[in-house]
Each structure stands twice: as C-alpha cells, then as structure tokens.
C-alpha cells in the first residue's frame, strides 16, 4: 500500500519520540543500543529530514515561479516576432534582401536557443536600415518600438537564465532531501525491528511506537 512522504515522516516521528520519551520502552530498547543519545541521533535526522523537505517545497515553489515568468514572457515575445514578421511579408514583399536579412521565411522556431539568435539577428538588422524601420511605421513600428522589443528579448534571456538556475536549485534541494530520508529511514527500519523483537509479546507498548500488531484471530 503506497504511502506518502508525509505519512511516512509521521511514522518516524511516532517511533523516535515515543521511543525515547516513553519510560517503559526506552530502557528495554537500550539493551540493544538505543540509548538516550542513539535515539537523539535519530530525531536529529528526522529534523534535518524536515527541514530539507520544507526547503525543497521553497525551492519548487520558486522555480515554478521562474518558469511561469519565463513561459508567459516567452509566448508575449513570440507572438509580437510573429505579428511583425507577417507584417514586414507585407512591406518587403519585393525586396528581398530586406526579406532575407529579416528572416521573413521563418514564422515557427522550436527550440528556443535557435528562436532567440533569429529573433535577435531580425531586430539587429532592421535597426541597422532605418529606411526599413520607415517602411514599416504604417503598422506603428518606429525605431523605439523595435529597440524595445530587442531589450525585451534580452530580457528574456535573463529570465531564461534565472529559470536554469532555479531549476538546479531545486533538482540539488531534492536530492538532498531523499538522501537524508532514506537514512532515516533505514533508522528507523532497524529501530521497528528490535521493537517487535522485544515487544513481541507487548502489543499495546508497539502500538504506542506506531507499530500494528496483526490480530491472529
């Protein structure tokens, strides 16, 4: 039966804290070596454990944050490259260097690194003909709309970049949660195990560690 992690980190913490805070289990666990300080070692675990979890929630959090940012700025800037693409057809229709240097023949670009270096090799050029940049004021396109939409796609760049950073950010936040958790878990196995052992005949002492006892009836 699956159980969550958060399930899971409930059991743990039953077993660990009534293990060592119950004085009728405590010093029989003792004879095998959980002692006071050896279970303080393993709620120390469970606390790092905890804590790794809440900070791998954070760091999730904030990468979803920077995809969504970079996803919404993204579509805003491909469909503005489209619209002026398709208008700059209607300009440049019979001028094809303006037609070849403003890559007019490339509407839909999948991956996003080949997308950016065209979209950027289009603002590029046009700024660099300003009689091409008045050609295409009829559709509001001056030098400083045009300038902005490049300083848009930089920016996006940038987002771009924060996204990457984020996304390591909580790949490393991850990793470092489960390799805590699986020692804790492993902990908390062995610990379960020599309470059964020693409980066998003392159903409600394992039921008080979170351990069910299966009726034989």
Request: glycine share 2%; with cysteine; hydrophobic share 35%.
């Amino acid at each position: 039966m699956y159980t969550s992690f958060n399930e899971n980190m409930e059991k743990h913490r039953i077993l660990l804290w009534n293990a060592s805070g119950d004085t009728a289990i405590q010093p029989r666990l003792a004879l095998y070596g959980y002692t006071s300080e050896k279970l303080q070692e393993g709620q120390s675990l469970w606390e790092k454990t905890n804590s790794l979890a809440q900070m791998q929630d954070q760091e999730m959090d904030e990468q979803k944050e920077a995809t969504n940012q970079f996803n919404e700025y993204l579509q805003q800037s491909i469909s503005e490259l489209k619209k002026f693409k398709k208008l700059a057809r209607l300009v440049f229709d019979t001028k094809p260097n303006a037609w070849n240097m403003l890559k007019l023949d490339r509407l839909n670009i999948a991956k996003f690194t080949d997308w950016y270096a065209d979209a950027d090799m289009v603002f590029t050029n046009i700024l660099d003909h300003p009689e091409w940049i008045t050609s295409m004021q009829t559709f509001g396109y001056s030098n400083e709309t045009i300038t902005s939409m490049q300083n848009k796609l930089h920016n996006l760049k940038s987002l771009r970049q924060v996204q990457q950073q984020e996304i390591g950010d909580a790949q490393q936040a991850t990793n470092q949660k489960w390799n805590s958790y699986n020692l804790l878990k492993e902990f908390c196995y062995k610990l379960s195990e020599v309470a059964k052992i020693e409980f066998e005949n003392d159903a409600q002492l394992l039921e008080k560690l979170g351990i069910l006892v299966r009726s034989n009836s």
